[in-house]
């Protein structure tokens, strides 16, 4: 029996689809949320809460029971109420609430570390005692001045968020670094120790699947993933190789596993390349292409 479980929480139909120059109608989307129920995914993201998703979350949120159903706010009223109603009728709805952490995304956005910190704490309470889980996530968390990110997570905390999610959004961190960054903000945070620590990795430097092992060895419950790897730029941490790599060494890391059907990985596979297209009619499918190709080396 296995020590730890590791959540794993699918953004495929979220943040997979984001500027990866791939579509997928709503009745492929439905097929798919059910392929990820049979995978036995712990957390799915339906989607963002723009005005232009809610419809199709309200569908997909009646498609499955077994995972908790997630849509994505920005730390504004609009996001998260249209986020509670486009899952309404989910039986487990979970929200995570993101704003940036770093300097330089925070200028971006135009908010003072002050203001990011009343903002967060305001969308969470907003949230709080509607859904199942509250997720905070911190974007560009690598990049942020160690002592405010520490700050913005203990303040996410106190308001409601039972989830804190590191995301290394400019996919520029090296697993040591990446691992003292959860590990730390475990120990030092306010209630960090009864929270559960996710992590959200892009691959640009091809260590994608390396930062979420440090991170896991570290103490991270939760992997935030997308079944090939698809994403924007060169794509988000592959939920195939997090579970290969588990499966593998998972005994050697005190017995970590995930509770996923491994039968169900290749099908799951094989159903995004049959049902991703490229996103406009002139574009090249290159993504898609690689996709029907890509294999995960065996267990």
Request: charged residues 20%; glycine residues 8%; neutral net charge.
């Given at each position: 029996?296995?020590a730890?479980?590791?959540?794993?929480?699918?953004?495929?139909?979220?943040?997979?689809?984001?500027?990866?120059?791939?579509?997928?109608?709503?009745?492929?989307?439905?097929?798919?949320?059910r392929?990820?129920?049979?995978?036995?995914?712990d957390?799915?993201?339906?989607?963002?809460?723009?005005p232009?998703?809610?419809?199709?979350?309200?569908?997909?949120a009646?498609?499955?029971?077994?995972?908790?159903?997630?849509?994505?706010?920005?730390?504004?009223?609009?996001?998260?109420?249209?986020?509670?109603?486009?899952?309404?009728?989910?039986?487990?709805?979970?929200?995570?609430?993101?704003?940036?952490?770093?300097?330089?995304?925070?200028?971006?956005?135009?908010?003072?570390?002050?203001?990011?910190?009343?903002?967060?704490?305001?969308?969470?309470?907003?949230?709080?005692?509607?859904?199942?889980?509250?997720?905070?996530?911190?974007?560009?968390?690598?990049?942020?001045?160690?002592?405010?990110?520490?700050?913005?997570?203990?303040?996410?905390?106190?308001?409601?968020?039972?989830?804190?999610s590191?995301?290394?959004?400019?996919?520029?961190?090296?697993?040591?670094?990446?691992g003292?960054?959860?590990?730390?903000?475990?120990?030092?945070?306010?209630?960090g120790?009864?929270?559960?620590?996710?992590?959200?990795?892009?691959?640009?430097?091809?260590?994608?699947?390396?930062?979420?092992?440090?991170?896991?060895?570290?103490?991270?419950?939760?992997?935030?993933?997308?079944?090939?790897?698809?994403?924007?730029r060169?794509?988000?941490?592959?939920?195939?190789l997090?579970?290969?790599?588990?499966?593998v060494?998972?005994?050697?890391?005190?017995?970590?596993?995930?509770?996923?059907?491994a039968?169900?990985?290749?099908?799951?596979?094989?159903?995004?390349?049959?049902?991703?297209?490229?996103?406009?009619?002139?574009?090249?499918?290159?993504?898609?292409?690689?996709?029907?190709?890509?294999?995960?080396?065996?267990?």
């Open positions: 029996m296995s730890r479980t590791i959540r794993i929480y699918d953004t495929s139909l979220r943040d997979g689809l984001r500027n990866s120059g791939l579509t997928m109608e709503l009745d492929d989307k439905l097929r798919f949320v392929q990820l129920e049979r995978l036995k995914v957390a799915i993201e339906l989607g963002f809460g723009g232009s998703q809610v419809e199709t979350m309200e569908r997909l009646q498609a499955v029971t077994g995972p908790v159903l997630y849509g994505l706010s920005r730390v504004n009223r609009p996001d998260v109420e249209r986020v509670l109603v486009a899952l309404a009728k989910a039986k487990r709805r979970g929200v995570t609430i993101f704003h940036p952490a770093s300097p330089r995304f925070l200028e971006h956005v135009g908010r003072t570390p002050g203001q990011a910190l009343a903002a967060t704490v305001k969308a969470i309470a907003l949230a709080r005692g509607q859904v199942s889980e509250i997720a905070f996530n911190a974007q560009d968390a690598t990049h942020a001045e160690p002592a405010f990110l520490a700050e913005l997570v203990a303040a996410a905390i106190e308001a409601g968020a039972g989830c804190i590191l995301a290394d959004t400019t996919s520029q961190a090296l697993p040591t670094e990446f003292r960054l959860v590990a730390g903000l475990r120990q030092a945070v306010p209630g120790a009864a929270a559960r620590w996710s992590v959200h990795c892009h691959n640009d430097l091809g260590l994608a699947v390396a930062n979420c092992l440090a991170a896991i060895s570290a103490g991270a419950d939760q992997v935030e993933c997308t079944v090939g790897g698809i994403g924007e060169a794509g988000n941490t592959a939920l195939e997090i579970a290969r790599a588990l499966a060494r998972g005994p050697d890391l005190g017995g970590i596993a995930t509770g996923l059907d039968a169900e990985l290749e099908p799951t596979r094989r159903l995004l390349a049959e049902l991703a297209r490229p996103a406009a009619a002139d574009q090249k499918s290159d993504v898609v292409d690689l996709l029907r190709r890509w294999r995960p080396s065996a267990a």
